[in-house]
């Protein structure tokens, strides 16, 4: 039985509300109620935790995020909040009172192809603009973060070279299907095309001096992995000690299910009759069997921590190959990518193998 003393990992999306556009996430059409959303009430009710990250929807459209961030940092040792960065004042008003606050800027590319992806007016420099903003009020966890479609995925060393310049952080995913993004139709096309873009990314980043870099190589082979449908290259351990709660206060496992998925509610209940109640234990037994495969950082960094061995097995041998190779990484050590390339697999299959309703219904 899990237990409540122990500190756990938590995101809590404030709200439904969005702004943008996005073309890969359709959040903004299935709105909460500005009534409906989680109070300080139900907030004041969640465990202790290691980290927590604040997301949406488009969080900064709540004008009382400073209110929940005051709450959450009584509770929290970290707090990352998630963010298209429309709202520059809103952002820069948080962070004048909460410096130590991590902030992550989705950008989905260089200019043109971002404002594409995004459908914010002027959203690229908008972004942009508030994270200079945020250096120069002496933020240290700020970077980007990006989610790599076949549209922009010829971006993605670029937009890390800027981070880099910047001395930012560089977040990465790809495109999931789940009830959380509203989206079941998400699919990589040019699979081969997207993992040579991710080969040259984690390339740099082994080639880099930083260890956090190294590890962030890891995790982009894993979307390499993730990208070709298969099996995820460490166990998913959500709700366990991991877990998510939604504006209206229900406690999830993840936000990779097709369907959402309660372990109860916390407006109703205390923290203790949701985590140790019979329903947690239901949606617990599920995720030990489910087969969604996803790779995203919510689920994958508590993994890589308590899976420690293996991330740094694959880092030391790629820190060796780097000494002697100008590439120490190729995606073809993947053999799924050999047996592309070398047409043992066709598109086909790999896209059976994909959460995309289009080809398969794959339950959670
Ligand atoms: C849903 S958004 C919520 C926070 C904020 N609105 C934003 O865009 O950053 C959280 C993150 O999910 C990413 N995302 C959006 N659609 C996605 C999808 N279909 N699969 C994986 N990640 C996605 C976004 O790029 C963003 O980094
Ligand atoms: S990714 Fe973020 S900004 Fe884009 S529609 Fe979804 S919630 Fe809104
Ligand atoms: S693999 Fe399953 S349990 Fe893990 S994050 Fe995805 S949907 Fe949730």
Known sequence: MPNNEKKLNGTVIVTYRCNARCNMCNRYKEPSRPEDEITIETIKKLPRMYFTNITGGEPFIR?????????????????????????????IDL????????????????EKTNNEIRGLENGYQRGYQTLLKLRELGLKDIGFGMTVQDKNAPDLVKLYDISDELGMEFATASLHNSFYFVESHNVIRDRQMVAENFEQLINKLLKSKSPKKWFRAYFNHG???????????????????????????????????KNKEVMGNL??????????????????KKVRCCERQCWMIGSVSPAMHKYIWKPAWWVVRHKIK?????????????????DYRDGKVTKEQLDQCSTCEFHNDKQS
Not at 96 to 101: A, D, R, S, T
Not at 322 to 338: A, D, L
């Open 267 to 284: 407006n109703q209940s205390t923290w203790d009759e949701v985590w140790n109640g019979e329903q947690a234990e239901v949606v617990r």
């Open 95 to 110: 962070a004048k009172e909460f410096p130590q606050v991590g902030i992550r800027i989705s950008i989905e590319g260089l």
């Open 63 to 91: 004008e009382d995020l400073k209110e929940i961030v005051r709450e959450l940092y009584k509770k929290s040792d970290r707090i990352v909040i998630s963010t298209n960065g429309f709202f520059t004042d809103r952002i």
């Open 322 to 338: 780097s000494v002697f190779s100008k590439k120490p990484y190729s995606m073809y050590e993947n053999k799924i990518c050999r």
């Open 223 to 257: 979307l390499i992995n993730y990208i070709y449908g298969q099996k995820r290259l460490l166990p998913c351990d959500m709700s366990f000690d991991t877990f998510f709660i939604d504006p209206f206060g229900d406690v999830m496992p993840c936000n990779g299910t």
